[in-house]
């Protein structure tokens, strides 16, 4: 561990994407055994993931960060306060400069069940599945916008992103 590291308490965390495992009950979301409540500081998923690739958006304002090798991004406000967290699971029809270099291949769970199979029993709005769980909000691109499963088979969404609802 460098000057910094030792400066800053921490050692860049050692984390296999395959055995990631994220799982969204009672109000908080639970990354590998540790809780994360939303919205979060930045550095409590730096401490978690790593350093993340930073991508700002055109207006500036918005300050998003992505790990790449685990296929999970955030939404900041303030370039600090991380009110989304989102994975990437399959590419789907829409790619933007903020997804993941690769998918989330971890376990991601809501309420104990699995998070398409949960999601299956969201609002259909025609491109997306939305669904409230826990306060919440969570929200899943169909992968095929075009001919999306509207039942929720495996594959059918490109992830889901895990947010306070906007009237919060």
Not at 21 to 35: A, C, Q, R, S, Y
Not at 119 to 127: I, L, Q
Request: net charge negative; aromatic share 12%; glycine share 14%.
């Amino acid at each position: 561990m460098g000057f910094f590291g030792k400066l800053f308490g921490g050692k860049k965390p050692n984390i296999n994407a395959r055995e990631l495992v994220l799982d969204i009950t009672e109000g908080k979301m639970v990354v590998n055994g540790k809780p994360v409540d939303i919205p979060c500081h930045l550095s409590v998923l730096t401490n978690i993931f790593g350093k993340p690739r930073k991508f700002v958006g055109k207006n500036r304002e918005n300050i998003n960060f992505t790990w790449d090798d685990l296929g999970v991004y955030c939404y900041t406000k303030g370039n600090s306060v991380v009110y989304c967290i989102g994975v990437k699971v399959n590419l789907g029809d829409i790619s933007t400069d903020l997804d993941p270099k690769n998918t989330f291949t971890g376990t991601l769970t809501i309420g104990g069940e699995p998070w398409e199979e949960f999601m299956a029993g969201g609002e259909d709005f025609e491109v997306a599945r939305q669904r409230d769980y826990c306060g919440y909000s969570l929200f899943s691109e169909y992968t095929d916008m075009e001919n999306g499963d509207k039942n929720g088979c495996h594959g059918a969404y490109s992830g889901v992103e895990i947010q306070l609802p906007l009237d919060n």
